[in-house]
């Protein structure tokens, strides 16, 4: 089993540099023969506070190309 580690996506609508780095890891992914990716924390840059960027995160993660989950 191919297991791929992302964290740190800090994902939010208000900056699109965080949006380039998880594409660039989901280009890679797709590329593998990955059988699961967990992501390890800090999805959003501020879920907690700002519920907005829990849909956007949600969004974003939408399409990945192996089974998701998130610690």
Partial sequence: MQIALISDTH???FEPAFDANLLAAKR???T???DLTIHLGDITADG???SDELGYAAAQLA???SP???I
């Fill in 48 to 50: 907690a506070v700002r």
């Fill in 11 to 13: 994902l939010t609508p």
């Fill in 32 to 34: 593998q023969a990955i």
């Fill in 28 to 30: 890679w992914i797709s």
């Fill in 63 to 65: 399409d990945w190309p």
């Fill in 68 to 70: 998701l989950r998130m």
